[in-house]
């Protein structure tokens, strides 16, 4: 059965915070009301066009996997959610955010969180905070606002994060009012031409692979040829709702409802996407958790359970084995070492993350 790591977890959760900080900016124009009436393409190209205020918000994503077949390595439904609130900072600095993840299936309940004040970072593991070496936090944030001033002249938006969906949305309609926590919006529905959104998902990854958010080596710069064909042939009936702004036309809400039918493996089942924004630039209060333990208690936690690269079960005690679970271990200390030693040279920081990567 495939593991999940919660180490892998917990790079993901930076990445979706700090991705979710590309899309801030200025308001050019502020938009103009939008409402059941109006042209579906005209919503679109407003929501996915331009620049987008999106300084802060509370951020909540869900996913739901279902899968049934003899040959799946998911038994059972896998729940997967990411919640919290996220506070850009001016001049391309670090965000401030505090998100918390839960993993629940495979026979596993992982809970893990990552949180940065702007000035000091802490992850959580399974309820517990730990505070992470100031040193490894340092380079973490110098290479971020690195990657910032690198990309620093580009348009900050939706669509510079490599994703339009106008590209592979079908047969779009203007389902009119909703909302959206407390915020007024439009809806859109309509299918999906799977290929053309595999264009968008590669442009994804390597935009993420540029910018140093490639969760250690485990997420792909680009989906390979074959892994692209396998997705075209398993998707079935895929459907998308998009939830605009009525007032700003910023996206508040995405949802994906997808089935899956995969012959080769005999694996069928379906996938529930479902990522929204409320509060949105509304001031967030991010503090710091209190009593948080050392870092290096965190790297004996992941030792103990046995959370290496075959993974252990966060629910099993050792179950995974000592020996994985030491592996684990010392590949983070090697990591925080590493980092160490790089000083201010970002090339080498970036480089670090490969001793995090599965062997």
Same mark, same amino acid.
């Given at each position: 059965?495939?593991?999940?790591?919660?180490?892998?977890?917990?790079?993901?959760?930076?990445?979706?915070?700090?991705?979710?900080?590309?899309?801030?900016?200025?308001?050019?124009?502020?938009?103009?009301?939008?409402?059941?009436?109006?042209?579906?393409?005209?919503?679109?190209?407003?929501?996915?066009?331009?620049?987008?205020?999106?300084?802060?918000?509370?951020?909540?994503?869900?996913?739901?996997?279902?899968?049934?077949?003899?040959?799946?390595?998911?038994?059972?439904?896998?729940?997967?959610?990411?919640?919290?609130?996220?506070?850009?900072?001016?001049?391309?600095?670090?965000?401030?955010?505090?998100?918390?993840?839960?993993?629940?299936?495979?026979?596993?309940?992982?809970?893990?969180?990552?949180?940065?004040?702007?000035?000091?970072?802490?992850?959580?593991?399974?309820?517990?905070?730990?505070?992470?070496?100031?040193?490894?936090?340092?380079?973490?944030?110098?290479?971020?606002?690195?990657?910032?001033?690198?990309?620093?002249?580009?348009?900050?938006?939706?669509?510079?994060?490599?994703?339009?969906?106008?590209?592979?949305?079908?047969?779009?309609?203007?389902?009119?009012?909703?909302? @959206?926590?407390?915020?007024?919006?439009?809806?859109?529905?309509?299918?999906?031409?799977?290929?053309?959104?595999?264009?968008?998902?590669?442009?994804?990854?390597?935009?993420?692979?540029?910018?140093?958010?490639?969760?250690?080596?485990?997420?792909?710069?680009?989906?390979?040829?074959?892994?692209?064909?396998?997705?075209?042939?398993?998707?079935?009936?895929?459907?998308?709702?998009?939830?605009?702004?009525?007032?700003?036309?910023?996206?508040?809400?995405?949802?994906?409802?997808?089935?899956?039918?995969?012959?080769?493996?005999?694996?069928?089942?379906?996938?529930?996407?479902? @990522?929204?924004?409320?509060?949105?630039?509304?001031?967030?209060?991010?503090?710091?958790?209190?009593?948080?333990?050392?870092?290096?208690?965190?790297?004996?936690?992941?030792?103990?359970?046995?959370?290496?690269?075959?993974?252990?079960?966060?629910?099993?005690?050792?179950?995974?084995?000592?020996?994985?679970?030491?592996?684990?271990?010392?590949?983070?200390?090697?990591?925080?070492?590493?980092?160490?030693?790089?000083?201010?040279?970002?090339?080498?920081?970036?480089?670090?993350?490969?001793?995090?990567?599965?062997?």
């Amino acid at each position: 059965m495939t593991r999940l790591r919660p180490a892998l977890l917990l790079s993901l959760l930076a990445a979706l915070a700090l991705a979710l900080a590309a899309c801030g900016g200025s308001d050019e124009g502020g938009g103009e009301e939008v409402s059941s009436s109006t042209d579906v393409n005209e919503l679109l190209t407003k929501t996915f066009t331009g620049s987008k205020k999106v300084d802060s918000g509370n951020l909540n994503l869900s996913m739901k996997i279902e899968a049934q077949g003899g040959n799946s390595e998911l038994q059972g439904p896998v729940n997967i959610s990411l919640a919290g609130p996220f506070q850009a900072q001016d001049g391309g600095a670090l965000p401030k955010f505090k998100l918390e993840a839960s993993i629940e299936g495979g026979g596993q309940n992982i809970k893990a969180g990552a949180t940065s004040t702007g000035e000091k970072g802490f992850l959580s593991f399974q309820g517990t905070d730990y505070v992470v070496d100031d040193q490894v936090f340092r380079q973490f944030k110098a290479g971020y606002e690195e990657a910032q001033k690198q990309n620093s002249k580009q348009e900050q938006s939706f669509a510079s994060l490599g994703m339009d969906p106008r590209k592979w949305l079908t047969d779009p309609k203007n389902e009119g009012d909703a909302k @959206v926590g407390d915020d007024d919006t439009v809806k859109i529905t309509g299918g999906v031409d799977v290929a053309k959104l595999l264009d968008d998902v590669n442009r994804a990854l390597e935009k993420a692979s540029s910018l140093g958010l490639g969760g250690a080596g485990e997420v792909p710069e680009k989906l390979t040829e074959e892994q692209r064909q396998q997705v075209l042939e398993a998707v079935k009936d895929p459907r998308v709702e998009i939830y605009t702004g009525k007032e700003d036309q910023i996206l508040r809400r995405m949802v994906v409802n997808l089935g899956i039918d995969d012959a080769a493996s005999k694996t069928s089942g379906t996938i529930a996407f479902d @990522v929204s924004i409320t509060d949105l630039n509304e001031d967030q209060d991010i503090a710091q958790p209190a009593d948080a333990k050392p870092f290096s208690e965190l790297l004996g936690q992941f030792g103990a359970l046995g959370l290496g690269a075959g993974g252990g079960d966060a629910d099993s005690g050792a179950g995974g084995g000592q020996a994985d679970g030491g592996a684990a271990s010392g590949d983070i200390e090697k990591y925080s070492k590493c980092v160490t030693d790089a000083g201010e040279d970002l090339d080498k920081v970036r480089k670090c993350a490969e001793l995090l990567a599965a062997p």
